[in-house]
C-alpha cells in the first residue's frame, strides 16, 4: 500500500482515499486491525490523518470499532451484500432496458470496444485491471440511460458494490461467464431487445451473488476451524 500524495488535496483526503481503496480492492482484507500507529509508520504520516480517515470509512460501513480490540477492516456478511445487490439487480435491468432505446450509436461503439477491452484485461489475471474494466463497461449502460437522478443511484451504489464485485473477480474461474454475460447484454441492447437485456442484467447480478456467497461461507468456515 502506497500513498499517492496528490498536490490539490489535504493529506487526511489522500489518506483516507489511499485506505479506502486498500479496503475495497482487500489489500486491507476484512477483519483485519487497523493499527495507528502502523499505518502512519506505513504510509509516512503522522497519526492524526490516519485517525481521521478510520473514522470516515467507520461512517461508510467499510471499518467497523470493536470493543478492546479497537478498528478493524468491516467484514463482508451475506446480509450487508445482499442488500447491495438486490438494489443493484433492479437498477441494472432497468438501465438496460432505457439503453435499448436511448443509447447513442456513438456508445454503442464505446461499449463494444468496452467489451473488447474487458476480454483482453481478463486475459491478464490482473484482478484490478479487470474490475477497472468491468465498472467502465456498465459505466457505458448506465450514461446512456440519460437520466441523471439514475445515473447518480447506481454511481452511490457502484462504491459500495465495488468492494463485492472486487471479491467476486478475484475468483478467475468466473471470468469466461462474465465475459458471456457482458456480450449477451450488448448484443440485446444493439437488437433493442429490452426483455432479453434486463434479463441479462439480473443473471449477471444473480451469479456474482451466488460465487460471493460461497467464497463468504468458506472464510466463514476457515474462520472457526483457526
Do not use: W
Not at 161 to 166: K, T, V, W
Amino acid at each position: 500500500m502506497q500513498i499517492d500524495f496528490q498536490a490539490d488535496l489535504p493529506l487526511r483526503d489522500v489518506v483516507f482515499n489511499t485506505l479506502r481503496q486498500a479496503i475495497l480492492t482487500g489489500e486491507l482484507k476484512p477483519g483485519e486491525r487497523l493499527m495507528e500507529l502502523h499505518l502512519a509508520d506505513r504510509l509516512g504520516v503522522s497519526r492524526t490523518p490516519v485517525r481521521e480517515a478510520i473514522r470516515r470509512l467507520e461512517l461508510e460501513g467499510l471499518v467497523t470499532m470493536i470493543p478492546r480490540r479497537g478498528a478493524e477492516v468491516a467484514r463482508i456478511t451475506e446480509k450487508s451484500m445482499s442488500d447491495v445487490l438486490e438494489v443493484r439487480r433492479t437498477l441494472d435491468a432497468l438501465c438496460a432496458e432505457l439503453a435499448c432505446d436511448r443509447i447513442t450509436e456513438e456508445d454503442l461503439i464505446r461499449l463494444r470496444k468496452a467489451c473488447d477491452h474487458f476480454e483482453q484485461c481478463v486475459g491478464t489475471k490482473d484482478s484490478r485491471k479487470i474490475a477497472q474494466a468491468d465498472v467502465a463497461l456498465h459505466d457505458i449502460i448506465v450514461e446512456a440511460t440519460g437520466n441523471r437522478r439514475l445515473v447518480q443511484m447506481v454511481h452511490n451504489l457502484s462504491e459500495q458494490m465495488y468492494r463485492y464485485r472486487f471479491e467476486y473477480i478475484k475468483d478467475s474461474s468466473q471470468h469466461e461467464t462474465l465475459v458471456k454475460e457482458h456480450r449477451i447484454i450488448y448484443d440485446s441492447i444493439v437488437n433493442k431487445d429490452k426483455d432479453t437485456a434486463a434479463a441479462a442484467a439480473k443473471l449477471h447480478i444473480d451469479n456474482q451473488k451466488k460465487a460471493i456467497i460461497r467464497q463468504i461461507r468458506l472464510e466463514n468456515g476457515r474462520d472457526a476451524r483457526d
